[in-house]
């Protein structure tokens, strides 16, 4: 019948101190949850039942998009109690592998060992070795090291708190197994709850065989408890994310300070430097080079362009051989051509620059068309919003704005044109010829400066 995976995610998370439900607090900008379900599709499984409670309507409206099983647990009454609300909906003769909402860094290979293991008729769970065991389950052997049974934290004895190998909470059963072990389950323990692990000792009663799994690595097992847990997990998941950058050739000038949170593809020696943040998807073309402290956010790189240090991209397209930056602002809908170039404390948006075109200092340039080879200069402005609507600027090919203008929009300027420093344009300005608008320069002799004051210096 196939593989059923249970994701157990009903839980407050009290020690997030947060609004979110635990399994929203974002790693690597995406929820645990998502992590966690996206794991689990890569198993190709019949059917994902995500079993949630806590936080439902916050739950569902950040996550109902995903193609899973929505099963309610109204009240928290453990492990157990959890995997039930599920089990009823897993046809007979399915195998079902348990997962959990804040475990959000185990690899689809661990997994895919997890349920090889149990095959049609074992029970096969995930165990650890930890140095310090605190906090988790134990693994309880017999004299042959054959798993008799799992006893909880609060429930050890003064001998098997020095178990040092514990349960993950990742197991993989026959769905008619587990769901008559789920039948007997008993709350008869400190905390009143039924575990899941009671399974484990029912199972060696029952004489199905138990095999326990080692996790490739300690980091895939660990689960979010707190603020501190998130943010080790985020660093573990950023230099997974990093290496598998470098496997595919891109160069990180370091890997310890690079932050993915989206997707990124990448051409032939792309070169990023530090503290770069990827939000979103995000492409770029061959030879790309990124400079320390960008933040690209949805956009496309091509081939050979630089993107300089301090520089935002966001919701934008960057064509061949262009140079950004650095303190630059790509707002959204901003296209550039080839070869363009923005430079140092620019900001665009909604705009259309062509090949060749440079807007290099200082200057705010939104809702405009620009041809190829226009050269616009330090401090010009589009004013392109009159308190209620926004105006379209358009400025022909070949065409050269001065220094310190104001371009009034709605307003074009042709082909070739050339609008001299300081100017406020306000009307068409007409191909191949200087437009400027400024005030008669007076000097008047004779004139002084007018002076404060000063008490006793009469």
């Not at 070739?416 to 191949?432: D, E, H, L």
Request: net charge negative; hydrophobic share 40%.
């Amino acid at each position: 019948m196939g593989l059923h995976i249970v994701v157990l995610a009903a839980g407050k998370g009290k020690r997030m101190h947060s609004a979110l439900p635990k399994v929203l607090q974002p790693l690597g900008d995406r929820p645990l949850l998502k992590h966690v379900v996206e794991a689990a599709q890569t198993l190709a499984p019949e059917a994902i039942h995500v079993v949630y409670g806590h936080g439902a309507e916050q739950v569902q409206s950040a996550l109902g998009y995903l193609e899973v099983n929505w099963a309610f647990q109204e009240k928290q009454l453990g492990t157990g109690h959890a995997v039930d609300q599920a089990i009823g909906d897993v046809p007979a003769g399915a195998q079902v592998l348990v997962l959990y909402g804040d475990v959000p860094l185990i690899r689809a290979g661990t997994l895919s060992h997890l349920v090889d293991a149990a095959g049609d008729d074992a029970l096969a769970l995930l165990t650890v070795v930890l140095d310090d065991p605190t906090g988790y389950g134990r693994i309880k052997r017999d004299d042959d090291n054959r798993v008799v049974g799992i006893v909880e934290e609060k429930d050890t004895s003064a001998d098997e708190r020095y178990i040092r190998e514990v349960n993950t909470g990742l197991i993989c059963a026959q769905a008619d197994h587990l769901r008559d072990w789920l039948s007997r389950l008993t709350n008869e323990n400190t905390q009143g709850e039924y575990y899941l692990t009671d399974c484990i000792a029912m199972a060696a009663g029952d004489g199905v065989s138990i095999i326990a799994g080692q996790a490739g690595s300690i980091e895939e097992t660990q689960g979010i408890n707190d603020k501190r847990d998130l943010a080790v997990a985020e660093r573990l998941l950023q230099r997974r994310q990093a290496d598998a950058l470098m496997a595919q050739g891109l160069t990180l000038r370091d890997p310890e300070r690079f932050d993915l949170r989206g997707s990124l593809r990448i051409g032939r020696d792309c070169i990023v430097d530090v503290n770069a943040v990827i939000e979103g998807e995000v492409v770029l073309g061959d030879g790309v080079s990124i400079g320390p402290n960008c933040v690209l956010r949805n956009c496309v790189i091509g081939d050979h362009s630089q993107v300089l240090s301090h520089t935002v991209v966001e919701h934008a397209e960057i064509g061949m051989r262009c140079q950004v930056g650095p303190f630059a602002r790509l707002r959204p809908d901003t296209r550039l051509g080839d070869r363009a170039k923005i430079g140092n404390f620019v900001e665009t948006k909604k705009i259309t620059l062509g090949k060749g075109s440079k807007i290099n200092h200082l200057s705010y340039v939104g809702d405009a068309s620009i041809g190829d080879n226009v050269n616009i200069g330090a401090g010009v402005i589009t004013c392109n919003y009159d308190g209620a609507n926004k105006h379209q600027t358009t400025i022909g090919d070949d065409a050269f704005i001065g220094s310190n203008c104001q371009l009034v929009a709605p307003v074009a300027i042709g082909k070739g044109a050339t609008i001299g420093a300081g100017s406020t344009v306000t009307r068409s300005a007409p191909a191949q010829a200087l437009t400027l608008t400024r005030a008669k320069q007076v000097t008047i002799d004779g004139w002084k400066r007018p002076r404060k004051h000063m008490p006793g210096h009469d």
